[in-house]
């Protein structure tokens, strides 16, 4: 059973920092592309930061310089590290992996295999 967990959401004011970990079980964040996203009520589902395989990463363009995506395969768990965040970052935040070893942040997910629940991030001014 394939289960990817998210944790480390909450609020914080503009400028602050948050760090989201997701634990993967039942495959390998090795072996699959890892990726975050978010959604909201006026935003619907985007790509955030995605993984590949390889280690090559990529950004949306409203976040690059701000967050950065990075995982531990010893561990299977992956990270989201935002820094200077913005009320427009408030979102539910989502993991989810792709059996594949590509994949991009410039996707609404549709092509993604596995979702976490999600864990809320709330920026306020």
């Known amino acids: 059973q394939v289960q990817l967990e998210e944790s480390g959401g909450g609020s914080v004011q503009a400028e602050g920092s948050l760090r989201l970990s997701c634990v993967v079980s039942?495959?390998?964040?090795?072996?699959?592309?890892m990726a975050w996203f978010y959604q909201s009520p006026d935003k619907g589902r985007e790509g955030v930061a995605a993984?590949?395989?390889?280690?090559?990463?990529q950004y949306r363009e409203s976040v690059k310089g701000r967050f950065t995506i990075s995982k531990d395969n010893g561990a299977n768990t992956l990270y989201l590290q935002m820094n200077s965040l913005k009320p427009e970052d408030t979102a539910m935040y989502y993991c989810?992996?792709?059996?594949?070893?590509?994949?991009?942040?410039?996707?609404?997910?549709?092509?993604?295999?596995?979702w976490g629940q999600g864990t809320q991030v709330t920026v306020s001014s």
């Open positions: 989810a992996a792709r059996s594949s070893d590509y994949c991009t942040a410039l996707s609404l997910g549709d092509e993604y295999n596995y």
């Open positions: 039942g495959i390998s964040t090795s072996t699959h592309c």
């Open positions: 993984i590949r395989t390889d280690g090559t990463t």
